[in-house]
């Protein structure tokens, strides 16, 4: 029997991370991985209690962990609690808050980009790996700190 090779695991330990300030007040996020041809990235994503993330639609796809905290989907009501997985199909539009006495940590995959919504439905602002890339690469140049994500 032939050998199968593999390719070489590449360990991220986001221990060693700080948490890097997404431009908005009480996010935050440690980078895991950006996926190539700018398709998409996976994160821990931080927010303090009562962040809002304002009203948005994915381009694809989303996986989203809730590690610890809670957040409540604003359109449903519902809340997202520990050990809580979510999923977002592409073209899903929502907005959700963070609630509770501590801060909510969620592990996400998005794919494609993520687009904020204006009250008519217009894109007011876009997000893509590319722009996460430039901010983390930002960051640890100010900081000179150590880049610890990987990029496929």
């Known amino acids: 029997m032939t050998p199968v090779a593999l390719a070489a695991s590449h360990p ?6 700080p948490w890097i300030p997404m431009g908005r007040p009480g996010m935050s996020f440690k980078p895991l991985r ?6 998409g990235w996976t994160y821990l994503f931080r927010l303090e209690p009562g962040t809002v993330i304002p009203l948005h639609r994915h381009t694809g796809e989303v996986h989203g962990f ?8 604003l359109d449903t009501g ?3 609690g520990p050990g809580t997985y979510v999923y977002e199909p ?8 963070a609630v509770g006495d ?3 940590v969620l592990l ?7 687009e904020y919504l204006g009250k008519d439905g217009e894109v007011t602002g876009r997000v893509t790996s590319g722009d996460r890339l430039k901010t983390y690469q930002r ?14």
């Not at 991220?12 to 991370?17: G, I």
């Not at 640890?140 to 990029?151: D, K, N």
């Open 108 to 114: 996400i995959t998005v794919r494609g980009a993520i």
């Open 12 to 17: 991220v330990h986001p221990d060693r991370m």
């Open 66 to 73: 809730n590690v610890s905290g809670s957040r409540k989907l």
């Open 34 to 39: 950006f996926f190539r041809d700018d398709s």
């Open 90 to 97: 592409t073209g899903n539009v929502d907005t959700w808050m």
């Open 102 to 104: 501590e801060p909510t």
């Open 78 to 80: 519902e809340v997202i």
């Open 139 to 152: 960051w640890c140049e100010e900081h000179g700190a150590a880049f610890l994500a990987t990029v496929e």
